[in-house]
Antibody
């Protein structure tokens, strides 16, 4: 079945870095835009970034622009999020998500991984 | 960026109908999608493009939209529908719009 599995979360000090990974299976990874989304109890769900199938189109939320970098390896069915300059407010569960496309309604997020937890604390 | 506002909580009697609303400027331009999230689990898509159900989602879930407000309707609520529900849409203008999520609604089935 379609599955996304994230890894790489953990405890990091403010100013530090982490690299999250996501491996997809059960679908043709290279056919889909992919996104990163995070969730906190206080701020809810926040979309962070997406990347097109070949990597030519990338978009970031203002909150992470210049600090986070999305990338993908289609041969390895993998999506990555390099997070630098981490702040306490980046503490969250981070989800990898697949996007699909409908000819009438456009792109939408349809499959989520189970998430990986990032804690930024001194 | 835009915001999508939802009521924090609603309750529904078993077997009855509940409507969850989502309001925001982005909904005047883009379609709404809806996700169900149970405790400790990842969100699951239940409606996309205003009123399209993915495979495996029960027919009791439906969606509608008017102006800046989208709705998720659960007709004949079951105990397993107790969960948090989030709306979402594309956001912004230009060739590469972003995404925005709603504040979430906790649905309690009585």
């Amino acid at each position: 079945q379609v599955q996304l599995v994230e890894s790489g979360g953990g405890l990091v000090k403010p100013g530090g870095s982490l690299r999250l990974s996501c491996v997809g299976s059960g679908f043709t990874f290279s056919d889909h835009y992919m996104s990163w989304i995070r969730q906190t109890p206080g701020k809810g769900l926040e979309w962070l970034s997406y990347m097109s199938v070949a990597g030519s189109t990338i978009n970031y939320a203002d909150s992470v622009k210049g600090r986070f970098t999305i990338s993908r390896d289609n041969a390895g069915n993998s999506l990555y999020l390099q997070m630098n300059g981490l702040r306490v407010e980046d503490t969250a569960v981070y989800y990898c998500a697949r996007e699909s496309y409908d000819t009438v309604t456009g792109r939408y997020i349809d499959v989520w991984g189970k998430g990986t937890t990032v804690i930024v604390s001194s | 960026s835009s915001e999508l506002t939802q009521d924090p909580a609603v309750s529904v009697a078993l077997g009855q109908t509940v409507r969850i609303t989502c309001q925001g400027d982005s909904l005047r331009v883009y379609y709404a999608n809806w996700y169900q999230q149970k405790p400790g689990q990842a969100p699951v898509l239940v409606i996309h493009g205003e009123n399209n159900r993915p495979s495996g989602i029960p027919e009791r879930f439906s969606g509608s939209s008017s102006g800046d407000t989208a709705s998720l309707i659960i007709t004949g609520a079951r105990a397993e529908d107790e969960a948090d529900y989030f709306c979402n849409s594309r956001d912004g203008v230009g060739n590469h719009p972003s995404y925005v999520f709603g504040t979430g609604t906790k649905v309690t089935v009585l």
